[in-house]
């Protein structure tokens, strides 16, 4: 009917119809009730229908009639929740998001990177929309949506995603400290893996998880002291907290077939200049 007829720009009449008309939804819910259907299902997706600023009752339509595009990307990576410009849009995005997919990686989005108008990416969504909302109003939406989901790990999420965002995270998800993520690792675990230096926020997982620093991660088979060290920026004062702990790990954390093999590999090399 003339929607997808390219102007000079390369936009389309249905390209304008969606993202700068607030009652576009109805428009499109007349063409979906014709025969033969003017617009359909697969078009939120093939046309990146989620990807641009809209109202509520927009999001609504759209999402209703297809949820999994709230996990696709768009032209630079971003997830629909990424164009949020007011806290309902974010709250009603992240609810449907965690409805569609409670076990997605990125908890609704939130964790997804977020890439500004030129390609560069900024962090995760979760901090772009600290910095559009507010922190309170931000974390606020957070806890109410993603509290009911007791068994997402978002505290391994945050530290792998956002670590500046770990203090926050304790305090409005306490029980997170104690959850096991989908590997069956503790947040310690994925903490020192991580590299997170000494701080208040690693002190109280350590302490939180006291009873369990003197065991292998079930992921790399290393007991904390080396998962700490082997991250190549590691942190001297969370090793030597680990090693006083349990002084006696050192010996039974080495590998010594491993010392041998670079020992020899290292007089090789000495050999051979």
């Known amino acids: 009917g003339g929607?997808?007829?390219?102007?000079?720009?390369?936009?389309?009449?249905?390209?304008?119809?969606?993202?700068?008309?607030?009652?576009?939804h109805k428009v499109m819910k007349v063409l979906m009730e014709m025969d033969p259907p003017l617009f359909k299902?697969?078009?939120?997706?093939?046309?990146?229908?989620?990807?641009?600023?809209?109202?509520?009752?927009?999001?609504?339509?759209?999402?209703?009639?297809?949820p999994s595009?709230?996990?696709?990307?768009?032209?630079?990576?971003?997830?629909?929740?990424?164009?949020?410009?007011?806290?309902?849009?974010?709250?009603?995005?992240?609810?449907k998001a965690l409805k569609y997919n409670p076990q997605h990686q990125s908890i609704g989005g939130l964790l997804s990177p977020y890439y500004n108008d030129r390609g560069v990416e900024?962090?995760?969504?979760?901090?772009?929309?600290?910095?559009?909302?507010?922190?309170?109003?931000?974390?606020?939406?957070?806890?109410?949506?993603?509290?009911p989901y007791k068994d997402i790990p978002i505290l391994h999420r945050v530290i792998e995603c956002a670590p500046e965002q770990i203090n926050q995270t304790i305090n409005r998800f306490p029980h997170s400290l104690f959850l096991r993520d989908e590997n069956n690792r503790l947040p310690i675990y994925t903490a020192l893996e991580r590299g997170l230096k000494w701080s208040n926020d690693l002190v109280a997982i350590m302490n939180t998880n006291m009873s369990y620093l003197n065991q292998k991660d079930p992921v790399t088979g290393y007991y904390p002291f080396a998962l700490a060290a082997e991250e190549p920026r590691c942190d001297l004062r969370t090793i030597y907290y680990l090693l006083r702990m349990h002084p006696g790990l050192i010996e039974s954390g080495i590998d010594y077939d491993k010392v041998a093999v670079a020992r020899d590999s290292k007089r090789r090399k000495i050999d051979q200049s």
């Open 3 to 24: 929607l997808l007829v390219e102007e000079d720009g390369g936009n389309t009449a249905f390209y304008f119809c969606i993202n700068f008309d607030s009652s576009s």
């Open 41 to 66: 299902k697969e078009d939120i997706s093939k046309y990146d229908i989620l990807h641009e600023p809209m109202g509520l009752e927009t999001l609504k339509f759209y999402t209703d009639i297809d």
């Open 69 to 95: 595009c709230l996990f696709q990307h768009g032209h630079y990576g971003n997830y629909p929740i990424s164009h949020c410009k007011d806290i309902d849009c974010a709250r009603y995005l992240l609810k």
């Open 122 to 147: 900024e962090g995760v969504v979760l901090e772009s929309l600290i910095r559009r909302i507010g922190q309170e109003r931000t974390w606020n939406m957070v806890e109410k949506e993603v509290s």
